[in-house]
């Protein structure tokens, strides 16, 4: 097989977060190293309101944060999950796949390895965030009266919650996927999200599951979704992209198979997945729209848009 021209590829529209990976490739860094360093510039972009600082709350107006990465060549992983007051949760999941023996952390176990590993508290939910939790209150609660229980049990104890979620599911989230591969052949992918937005407190989606929303290996490639988290965990999605690579189908044509799969559920919330394999070849796919997605190799000057396939029902 060829030698792949080192490259990095993600799902937002911007030139500065791939560059930064880019450059790390272009100086013989590892794909890890560039996946980390793109996915922190979205994660620190007070802009996306869907990953990291200033991203949506859940429902009690608190952000938590999810993320996950692998490492093509050991399967290693590292993952954290409603993680609060924390910005780089991407970093935190390098972390733990590093230093730990574990997969995944969440809640306050991940956050006190946060603490413990350096990583500086600070708050998340910014002026805008806040603007648009009030609204959502002021949409959809029905304020109690003194003595009267909290608003949201009603969406938990009296089985209102399934609709409640159905209302945000097709516009209210949103995930940044980021893979690159390395001089050496290494792949690696990167996913970190604040989740549905208002979800409910502690709702892990797909992002933060391996397999589900995040999944690579240097044998085949890699694969990473976003959009209604809980349809792609009950597919294992992402490993079931990598899964129909390896079994002889092109990147395209897993992409176009994995969504017929997710339109084959019937359900509300659309799926979007990034994928490579490991002959460098990239391709997008939606169940919802014209799909794309950004690429930068090492020679490149700035971020070329591709354009993927939309997967209608």
């Not at 980390?36 to 869907?50: I, R």
């Not at 092109?250 to 559920?265: P, Q, T, W, Y």
């Amino acid at each position: 097989m060829a030698k792949v021209k080192p490259f990095i590829i993600g799902t937002r529209n911007s030139g500065e977060f791939l560059c930064a990976g880019a450059e790390i490739l272009r100086g013989g860094g590892s794909a890890i190293d560039a996946v980390e360093a793109s996915t922190k510039l979205v994660e620190a972009n007070p802009k996306d309101d869907s990953v990291g600082y200033a991203g949506i709350p859940n429902l009690l107006g608190k952000v938590e944060l999810d993320a996950s990465i692998m490492d093509g060549k050991t399967l290693k992983t590292g993952a954290v999950g409603a993680v609060k007051g924390y910005l780089h949760v991407i970093s935190i999941a390098r972390m733990v796949m590093e230093k730990t023996p574990h997969v995944m952390l969440v809640g306050s176990g991940a956050e006190l390895f946060a603490k413990s590993m350096g990583f500086k508290k600070q708050n998340l939910l910014t002026k805008d965030a806040k603007e648009k939790y009030q609204s959502f209150l002021k949409r959809y609660a029905d304020l109690p009266k003194e003595g009267e229980k909290p608003w949201y049990v009603n969406y938990d104890v009296d089985f209102g919650l399934r609709d409640w979620y159905d209302k945000l599911t097709d516009k209210q989230h949103g995930t940044v996927n980021i893979m690159a591969i390395d001089a050496k052949g290494n792949i690696c992918s990167g996913v970190s999200t604040s989740g549905t937005a208002f979800k409910f407190p502690g709702r892990l989606g797909d992002s933060p599951i391996i397999g589900a929303g995040n999944y690579c290996d240097n044998r085949f490639g890699a694969a990473a979704c976003t959009g209604r988290g809980e349809l792609a965990i009950r597919l294992s999605l992402a490993r079931s992209l990598v899964s129909y690579m390896k079994n002889g189908l092109s990147v395209r044509e897993a992409c176009f198979r994995g969504m017929k799969d997710i339109n084959e559920l019937h359900e509300k919330g659309g799926m979007n997945c990034l994928a490579i394999d490991n002959k460098g070849n990239t391709m997008s796919a939606s169940t919802s729209r014209e799909s794309v997605h950004w690429y930068m190799d090492v020679d490149s000057k700035q971020p070329e848009q591709r354009t993927g396939i939309w997967v209608k029902e």
